[in-house]
T-cell receptor
Framework: GAVVSQHPSRVICKSGTSVKIECRSL??????MFWYRQFPKQSLMLMAT?????????EQGVEKDKFLINHASLTLSTLTVTSAHPEDSSFYIC?????????????FGPGTRLTVL | SQQGEEDPQALSIQEGENATMNCSYK?????LQWYRQNSGRGLVHLIL?????REKHSGRLRVTLDTSKKSSSLLITASRAADTASYFC??????????FGQGTTLQVKP
C-alpha cells in the first residue's frame, strides 16, 4: 500500500526557535497534501492544504506566517513552525491522496510530536 | 467549528462485547470514513461509506450512514483487547478535505 512518511517523529525545541517537519510520499506523487494538528486527547484539526507549485490554502484561524508550508516537489511538503512557543506543542500529521485512485483514499503519515520548552 | 460530534466520548467494555460509536456531521458530504488511532500514533483507515450507501461491512466492522439525519454509526462486534484505541469519523468535502469528528476512546478490558 501507499506510504507517507514524516520526519522527525519527535522534536523538542526551545521557545522562539523554528522547527521544520517533512512529509514525504514514498511510492507515489502527491500534488496535494494536508496538514493536521492534534492536541492531547483531542481530534485532528485541519490546518492547511499544501499544493505543489502554488501557495498553500490555510483554514480559518491558522496563521500562515507562523505555519509556513512549502510543497516544492511532488513527493515532499514541509511545515515550518516559526518562532515556536509552548502552545504550539502538539502532534502534527500529514496526509496525501494517491493519484490514480479516488481522492477518497488518503494516506496518513505517522505524525510528528513537537514539544516546545 | 470544523468538527462534528461523536458519542460517546469514552466507552469501556469487556472483551467479546459489541461496541457502538456514533458520529454526526454538519454539512453535505461525498463520503464518510472511520479511522482508528492508537495512543500517540498515526491514523489507520478502517472503512469508507459513500453518501449513496446506507450500510457497509468489513470483517467485524459495520458502518451505517443516515444522510437525512447527518449521522453515522460504527459497530465493532466481538471486541478484543487489541481494539482499544480512539476512533474518529471523518467527512470528505468536495475539495478533498477530511474533517474529523471529536472521536471516541474505546477501552476493551480483557
Amino acid at each position: 500500500g501507499a506510504v507517507v512518511s514524516q520526519h522527525p517523529s519527535r522534536v523538542i525545541c526551545k521557545s522562539g526557535t523554528s522547527v521544520k517537519i517533512e512529509c514525504r510520499s514514498l511510492d507515489f506523487q502527491a500534488t496535494t497534501m494536508f496538514w493536521y494538528r492534534q492536541f492531547p486527547k483531542q481530534s485532528l484539526m485541519l490546518m492547511a492544504t499544501s499544493n505543489e507549485g502554488s501557495k498553500a490554502t490555510y483554514e480559518q484561524g491558522v496563521e500562515k506566517d507562523k505555519f509556513l508550508i512549502n510543497h516544492a516537489s511532488l513527493t515532499l511538503s514541509t511545515l515550518t513552525v516559526t518562532s515556536a512557543h509552548p502552545e504550539d506543542s502538539s502532534f502534527y500529521i500529514c496526509s496525501a491522496p494517491k493519484p490514480g485512485t479516488s481522492t477518497d483514499t488518503q494516506y496518513f503519515g505517522p505524525g510528528t510530536r513537537l514539544t516546545v520548552l | 467549528s470544523q468538527q462534528g460530534e461523536e458519542d460517546p466520548q469514552a466507552l469501556s467494555i469487556q472483551e467479546g462485547e459489541n461496541a457502538t460509536m456514533n458520529c454526526s456531521y454538519k454539512t453535505s458530504i461525498n463520503n464518510l470514513q472511520w479511522y482508528r488511532q492508537n495512543s500517540g500514533r498515526g491514523l489507520v483507515h478502517l472503512i469508507l461509506i459513500r453518501s449513496n450507501e446506507r450500510e457497509k461491512h468489513s470483517g467485524r466492522l459495520r458502518v451505517t450512514l443516515d444522510t437525512s439525519k447527518k449521522s453515522s454509526s460504527l459497530l465493532i462486534t466481538a471486541s478484543r483487547a487489541a481494539d482499544t484505541a480512539s476512533y474518529f469519523c471523518a467527512t470528505r468535502r468536495s475539495t478533498g478535505k477530511l474533517i474529523f469528528g471529536q472521536g471516541t476512546t474505546l477501552q476493551v478490558k480483557p
